[in-house]
């Protein structure tokens, strides 16, 4: 059966931009036709997006998606969209979440980690971005996935987006999951540790948000495995924009 045409809008990660979209939500024989927004999100791209406010950047991100059929967000992406449809939650209905934090509990915590990237886009300012994409790759949070993409950018924009996006200033959206209206779909990969067991706790706190773990997936589930990636997504659509329909 088809995903009757339906708009939607996708946010990259830090490093990443717009067209890392492109091949996402690919139009098919099973889906249909798929209207994607892939807007480049702040100090991203080349030439860089200006950088301007958190606040303003999530009013931004809800005027985008108003009046479309759902939004999906990765890593950073995803950050940025569970805090806009927070903040305007009548723009926003369904929701793909893929490795997403949910940030920290803590206030100590969310200051600490302010204050690493704080320290990371210093050494992004410093060494120059094919010598920090070098070493961002090597961190904990990649470890399993595929070979890293090539970037580009500005340095300099990229280390304000860094900080200005940093989860040290994302509230804990704890309360968030579990209280929204919004349907949503919580991707983890299972090799990317620490994410999947927030996956666990997401399931505990949240047990209307749809929960897969993607097996053989690091924190980039779409670059990783792009067919269980699609297949999880598209079975989502499916139940949320058309529950009285059935695969075929």
């Known amino acids: 059966m088809k995903v009757s045409e339906t708009r939607g809008i996708w946010l990259h990660g830090f490093l990443g931009e717009g067209s890392d979209g492109s091949k996402l939500f690919a139009t098919d024989s099973r889906t249909g036709r798929q209207d994607i927004l892939r807007p480049t999100l702040p100090g991203h791209g080349s030439p860089a997006e200006p950088i301007c406010s958190l ?10 998606a108003s ?7 990765y890593s950073m992406g ?27 509990a803590d206030p100590a915590a969310r200051a600490a980690r302010l204050a690493l990237d704080q320290e990371r886009a210093d050494r ?11 070493w961002w790759y090597t961190l904990p949070l990649w470890d399993g996935s595929s070979p890293p993409p090539e970037r580009h950018g500005d340095p300099e924009a990229l280390a304000a987006a860094l900080t200005t996006f940093s989860s040290g200033r994302q ?21 990317d540790r620490a994410y999947a067991k927030q996956s ?6 949240a047990p209307r948000v749809y929960v897969v773990r993607i097996p053989d997936a690091g924190h980039n589930i ?10 999880a997504v598209r079975n989502f659509l499916i139940s949320s924009l058309h529950p009285n329909q059935k695969e075929q």
């Open 124 to 134: 992004l300012r410093s060494i120059g971005l094919p010598a920090f994409t070098d």
């Open 55 to 64: 606040s303003q950047t999530l009013d931004h991100i809800a005027r985008l």
């Open 78 to 104: 995803g950050r940025l969209l569970m805090m806009a449809a927070a903040r305007h939650p009548d723009a926003f209905s369904t929701l793909i979440l893929e490795s997403a934090s949910l940030g920290y």
């Open 67 to 73: 009046g479309r059929d759902w939004a999906a967000g």
């Open 171 to 191: 509230p804990d959206m704890r309360t968030w999951l579990r209280t929204t209206s919004c349907r949503v779909l919580w991707l983890a990969g299972e090799r």
């Open 200 to 205: 666990k706790e997401v399931e505990r706190i």
């Open 222 to 231: 779409h670059r990783d495995q792009p067919d269980r990636w699609h297949e």
